[in-house]
């Protein structure tokens, strides 16, 4: 029988928006930053879906595809909220409970009494539960694995419920496009499709020997996938300590400005994690390995908590100038770590700089998006850019405590 399920809400932002403004239901509603000032599609409703609107995208095209779009500003302290009333939903059933970002998340309900332990059932009532309470759709999808859950949710979209029981579930990937897999993006899908692979029954096809070696570590954990084998455990969702990123350089560093360029990247991508996972930082810790392997850290504590980049950079910045002064030998390693996380309502509101926040929020939410879409590498700040060159180095490694 199937045990895990897996819930993501329906257009979450743009469905907030037409919750809360009744006039807009059933209008195409789109979130993100105005068109004049460059701004970026957050979110699209359904309605504005069929034009070809979607996340990521200038909001200048979105409003050529769609001129009939209702542009909203967003309001992320609400869809954080919403967001911890579904986390609760959730842990009211089952402390198994894996959250993806604020819209998604994995339950295990493998020991969970309730409906009598039916997982098809216990998922009807999730369902139900967040109607009532946040008066949202979900869509929601039941397997015996992690990954077919996902893509249940995803196939039944919107508003749907899809079972796959063990029985169904070879049969169910079989006739799937490989871009549906997890695991499968646009490089591992060119190289697969230059052998001729297009479905997961094609993929099937394949020897693991020879995905290995055409797609190196991936290869086999595909070839487990289109054959329904996913053995990854939901990781129960707890606070962490701190949330962190860390690059090792291929050659010892020397040059301040890739060092900075390097530094700025880190606050980048452990914001994009904070604003992922709902979480914000009270300080922030710089950590250095020189080249002798002698390592330092150094921390400051954040005026106030904070998940933007741009804060962090602020305050990495001026640690970083403060050790440079003091002489710097060649450096081998730079990590970034955001600690005291908090909930977004333990924050303390200042109301002069509070309309500051939200702006820059709005701002950076809108570059996740195109990150999540495109990759780390697709969208990079002035300041950045203004920098040298990144030098080659060893690939950044999450480290969470």
């Keep these: 029988m199937p045990v895990i399920i897996h819930v993501d809400m329906d257009a979450f932002f743009a469905s907030i928006e037409q919750r809360d403004f009744p006039e807009l239901r059933g209008k195409p509603v789109v979130v993100g930053g105005s068109a004049e000032a460059r701004g970026v599609v957050s979110a699209a409703s359904y309605e504005a879906r069929p034009f070809g609107v979607h996340s990521a995208m200038p909001m200048s095209q979105a409003l050529r595809r769609c001129p009939g779009a209702i542009v909203m500003p967003g309001r992320y302290h609400v869809y954080q909220e919403v967001s911890r009333q579904i986390r609760d939903i959730f842990f009211s059933v089952t402390p198994l409970v894996e959250m993806l970002s604020l819209d998604e998340g994995f339950l295990d309900v493998k020991r969970v009494p309730l409906a009598g332990g039916d997982a098809p059932e216990i998922g ?73 692979v297009m479905t997961v029954a094609q993929l099937r096809n394949l020897s693991k020997e020879v995905l290995q070696r055409q797609l190196g570590s991936m290869g086999p954990e595909l070839w487990n996938r289109c ?3 996913d053995p990854r455990p939901v990781v129960p969702h707890a606070r962490p300590k701190q949330l962190s990123k860390e690059t090792t350089f291929a050659r010892d560093l ?133 920098m040298k060159p990144r030098p080659r180095h060893e690939p950044n490694r999450p480290v969470e405590d």
């Design 227 to 229: 054959r329904g084998i």
């Design 254 to 386: 020397t040059d301040d400005v890739q060092l900075r360029s390097e530094l700025h990247l880190l606050t980048d991508q452990v914001g994009m994690r904070l604003r992922s996972q709902g979480y914000l930082a009270s300080g922030i810790t710089l950590k250095i390995r020189f080249a002798d392997f002698r390592t330092i850290a150094r921390s400051a504590k954040l005026r106030m908590p904070t998940d933007l980049s741009q804060e962090l950079w602020n305050q990495a910045s001026e640690i970083w100038e403060a050790e440079r002064v003091r002489g710097m030998p060649p450096v081998r390693l730079l990590g970034v770590s955001a600690g005291g996380l908090v909930e977004p309502e333990q924050r303390q509101l200042d109301l002069f700089a509070e309309d500051d926040h939200e702006r820059e929020k709005k701002l950076e939410s809108a570059t996740d998006a195109i990150r999540k879409r495109f990759g780390n590498a697709s969208i990079k700040s002035a300041d950045f850019l203004s």
């Design 124 to 196: 009807k009532i999730l369902k139900a539960r967040i109607r009532e309470t946040t008066q949202l759709v979900a869509s929601v999808g039941v397997a015996p694995v992690k990954f077919v859950a996902k893509i249940a949710s995803e196939h039944g979209k919107p508003n749907g419920f899809v079972v796959i029981t063990a029985e169904e579930m070879l049969d169910f990937l079989a006739t799937l496009h490989i871009k549906r897999l997890w695991g499968v993006g646009p490089t591992t899908r060119g190289k697969l499709e230059r052998l001729g």
